[in-house]
């Protein structure tokens, strides 16, 4: 569904909606609450409710195909094990690759069902912030500048990209989406695919000018030189800054092709703030680029925005997750960004 009927009127109320909610951003416990409410009681509470039958098809489609499938699944193995008697283990992975391929099959309509509701109820979040959002999509602009910054693997082997968010976040226009990229590892039988970054890339214009590149990682310590090394294959002279905050100096290591302007943008309070942001997102490795007058953030993170699921009862806690995930990271834009010079 498309929710169009309901979110046409939106578009008059998204300001005003974004400036309570970035006001509430300073009361934590209530922080979401108007905006919780005011998407809900817009449509999607209605939407959600007349769900219920879709919902019910989409758990008897599973069972039935549960029950079709495992029991395909116990006579071949059966008959497998009486006309191969000495091959009675054939027998068992007979059975269990049809049990598999029925698991598999039982989830789809399951998992389209969450599918429709997640797009849905984040559809409408977006617009209720003057975000749009999209499931599918390319890597941004915003991606590949980090790529290029050795901020994010390149090259994997599998890459999957979703939840597309892009608009105004808060006071800044920006992008952000999810990555999960994959690396094979190993040979021969211990040749798998593994994970080798998950989390979200955000970009944003940044208030104040400035022409440099600076990369903001976190320390590792006699790591740093190789880390450093690899930045040279970004084609620019990226040295090492000393920064006057010990705290921060101690936590991340930072480098530029500007020492001064560096350290005019990675001034003293914003290094609080970025500390202050880090510890709020559990220090998942946050590293950030200042490029082309763009601050790119990378966080390391499991799967966010997942709005869907096919149990009713789970749509309001689901929805607030949601709500929490994305104006944790519209906050962050605020944090970081600061009023031109």
């Known amino acids: 569904a498309s929710g169009s009927d309901t979110l046409s009127t939106r578009p008059r109320l998204h300001s005003w909606l974004l400036s309570v909610y970035l006001a509430a951003l300073d009361f934590p416990p209530m922080r979401h609450q108007a905006l919780f409410d005011h998407v809900m009681s817009n449509g999607l509470r209605d939407w959600l409710d007349g769900q219920s039958a879709a919902r019910e098809e989409a758990k008897r489609r599973n069972l039935q195909i549960l029950m079709v499938g495992m029991g395909l699944a116990a006579a071949a193995a059966i008959a497998v094990m009486a006309y191969m008697p000495d091959q009675a283990e054939f027998g068992f992975v007979v059975g269990a690759l049809i049990g598999g391929i029925t698991w598999w099959m039982a989830n789809l309509p399951v998992q389209a069902m969450a599918k429709q509701i997640k797009v849905r109820a984040n559809e409408e979040l977006g617009a209720a912030l003057g975000l749009s959002y999209h499931l599918d999509g390319t890597p941004s602009s915003d991606f590949e500048l980090a790529t290029r910054m050795g901020l994010i693997p390149s090259n994997p082997d599998q890459a999957d990209y979703s939840d597309f968010w892009e608009g105004k976040f808060g006071e800044s226009e920006g992008t952000l989406h999810e990555a999960h990229l994959q690396e094979y590892q190993g040979e021969g039988k211990n040749r798998r695919l593994v994970t080798v970054f998950h989390g979200v890339v955000m970009g944003y214009q940044f208030a104040r000018p400035f022409t440099s590149t600076t990369l903001v990682r976190q320390d590792m310590g006699l ?85 869907g699921g096919i149990d009713a009862e789970g749509d309001d806690a689901r929805f607030a997750t949601t709500i929490d995930q994305l104006g944790s990271l519209i906050d962050l834009t605020q944090t970081l960004n600061e009023r031109a010079r």
């Open 223 to 307: 790591f740093n030189g190789l880390i450093n090394l690899g930045s040279r294959f970004t084609g620019l002279k990226l040295e090492p800054v000393k920064m006057v905050h010990p705290d921060f100096e101690r936590r991340f290591e930072v480098v530029s092709t500007d020492q001064v302007e560096a350290r005019y943008l990675l001034h003293p309070a914003f290094c609080e703030r970025l500390m202050e942001m880090e510890e709020a997102f559990n220090g998942n490795n946050m590293r950030l680029a200042f490029a082309q007058g763009r601050v790119v953030v990378v966080i390391e993170t499991r799967d966010m925005f997942e709005s």
